[in-house]
């Protein structure tokens, strides 16, 4: 199935939910111009690593900044992803992605599993708990990750394993690790034979600069779209079936002999 994807590429402004609202307002917008099936926008895009504030930012996933998009995806008539704040339950903060679509309607949400110590998150999140495989009406569920999730390839390769042909990924991937960024994005399309969506921001903020370079990457492991270290709203247009062809010609996944992946007796991870 064909679908045209937005990358939203945006520069974060730290603690000013409205002011990236309107942000992601005006890209959805313009995704939608394009004729846009899905729309994507970084991790964390309504407040940034603001995270000592993070219990004054998070509700639960049907009101504040995710009613907002919701809204926006019904106005537009576009599916749209990336993380924010989520209240999960009492005292439990979540880096929360919503996938939300074209009619406003939550197709489904997770939220980040691996909390990234550089960035203090374990000290004010909660880690997510149940991976991230959401139904699509494009023939094949996505698998949706946040960041720091993309060095984690057992979930990935769950998520194909599963059915997923493509994998969402919002990000605030920061320098000096711009070729982990590249480097991974492209492993994990390979090796799952699927599509990767990564969105990252860029801009700076608390001695941090992020590096961009938003992109799509095909499971033949080769660019279809990638940008630079400005914002803006990348567009491409994929076609899902790719995924089959390219796991029809090199057969991984028959291939796989999973009894011998397991760990060793009384040992950890096999080690």
Not at 103 to 111: C, I, M, P, R, T
Not at 192 to 210: A, D, E, L
Request: contains cysteine; glycine residues 10%.
């Amino acid at each position: 199935m064909k679908l045209t994807i937005s990358l939203g590429q945006m520069d974060v402004r730290l603690g000013d939910p409205a002011g990236n609202l309107r942000t992601v307002a005006a890209m959805t917008a313009e995704a939608a111009r394009r004729g846009s099936d899905v729309v994507v926008f970084p991790e964390l895009w309504s407040t940034g690593y603001d995270l000592e504030n993070a219990a004054a930012y998070a509700t639960p996933t049907d009101t504040g900044i995710f009613a907002a998009v919701a809204n926006l995806a019904r106005e537009h008539g576009v599916a749209i992803l990336g993380s924010c704040l989520a209240l999960l339950g009492p005292g439990q903060i979540g880096n929360t992605a919503l996938f939300v679509g074209p009619q406003g309607q939550v197709w489904g949400e997770y939220s980040k599993m691996h909390l990234f110590r550089l960035m203090a998150e374990e000290q004010y999140l909660t880690a997510g708990s149940r991976p991230g495989l959401i139904p699509t009406p494009w023939g094949c569920p996505a698998g949706v990750a946040i960041c720091y999730d993309l060095r984690f390839p057992e979930l990935l390769r769950q998520y194909a394993l599963q059915g997923a042909r493509l994998l969402f990924l919002p990000a605030e991937w920061p320098h000096p690790r711009l070729t982990h960024w590249q480097t991974l994005l492209r492993a994990r399309a390979i090796e799952n034979q699927m599509f990767v969506v990564g969105c990252n921001r860029v801009g700076s903020s608390k001695g941090s600069t992020f590096c961009g370079h938003s992109a799509v990457v095909d499971p033949w492991g080769e660019l279809v779209i990638e940008g630079d270290e400005r914002p803006g709203l990348l567009t491409a247009t994929i076609d899902t079936a790719l995924a089959d062809e390219v796991r029809a010609r090199i057969p991984v996944f028959a291939d796989r002999r999973p009894e011998l992946y397991a760990p060793a007796a009384g040992g950890q991870d096999g080690v």
